[in-house]
């Protein structure tokens, strides 16, 4: 009996009950060190996502600047096609691809005969403010788009890649018997492996 007794007095008191309200109003208002080293936490997190996403980001180089409105369409539906990604760089226009991809761009390209160097013409003329231009300007204009629209045509013809041509109109003369007709110079570059036929010469 005296060990029964004994036995009895030395069993562990019953856990103390756990008030739910009280766990509960702490979690409503934390301690302040507790939101601090909480919002270290996220903050670091945020900015190791951030590193992540800026070294795993591809790097863009420029494949070409100053392209013709034409020749850019025709380049970025080449890249579209070749599946390469590519950008146009906000500030001054440039098209970017991925940098190790350039070299490979490129050679693409170049297969295709692009950028086939596109000229402005006569639409230049619309573009420009001739307000207060003298009429020496006005003619050079003139004579640049023309030399565009000339050298538009002579790239029509397959085996041109790219053409250039320039002008030279004589000085008026009330003379009509020394009057001199305009004459044109006409630089072409072929595509390799082709030749002018001689009825495109």
């Known amino acids: 009996m005296a060990e029964?007794?004994?036995?009895?007095?030395s069993l562990p008191n019953p856990p103390a009950r756990i008030d739910w309200r009280q766990e509960l109003a702490k979690f409503r208002q934390p301690d302040p060190a507790q939101i601090g080293i909480?919002?270290?936490?996220?903050?670091?997190l945020a900015l190791l996502i951030a590193l992540t996403l800026w070294y795993t980001a591809p790097t863009?180089?420029?494949l070409y600047r100053g392209?013709?409105?034409e020749d850019a369409g025709q380049i970025m539906e080449a890249l579209q096609k070749a599946n390469i990604p590519f950008k146009i760089d906000s500030r001054n226009g440039a098209l970017m691809v991925n940098a190790d991809q350039?070299?490979?761009?490129?050679?693409?390209?170049?297969?295709?005969?692009?950028?086939k160097g596109t000229v402005n013409g006569l639409e230049a003329l619309e573009k420009q403010d001739s307000f207060g231009v003298s009429q020496f300007?006005?003619?050079?204009?003139?004579?640049?788009a023309l030399e565009g629209e000339l050298a538009?045509?002579?790239?029509?013809?397959?085996?041109?890649?790219?053409?250039?041509?320039?002008?030279?109109?004589p000085r008026e003369t009330?003379?009509?018997?020394?009057?001199?007709?305009?004459?044109?110079?006409?630089?072409?570059?072929?595509?390799?492996?082709?030749v002018l036929d001689e009825g495109q010469v």
């Open 67 to 69: 392209l013709a409105q």
């Open 60 to 62: 863009y180089d420029v």
């Open 174 to 194: 009330v003379f009509a018997r020394q009057q001199q007709p305009p004459t044109a110079s006409i630089l072409v570059r072929l595509r390799p492996g082709r």
């Open 137 to 144: 300007m006005e003619t050079t204009r003139y004579q640049h």
């Open 152 to 169: 538009r045509s002579v790239m029509t013809i397959g085996a041109v890649e790219s053409a250039r041509v320039h002008l030279a109109f």
């Open 38 to 44: 909480l919002a270290g936490v996220t903050a670091l």
């Open 4 to 9: 029964a007794e004994a036995n009895n007095g």
């Open 102 to 115: 350039v070299h490979e761009a490129r050679l693409k390209l170049a297969g295709q005969g692009l950028p």
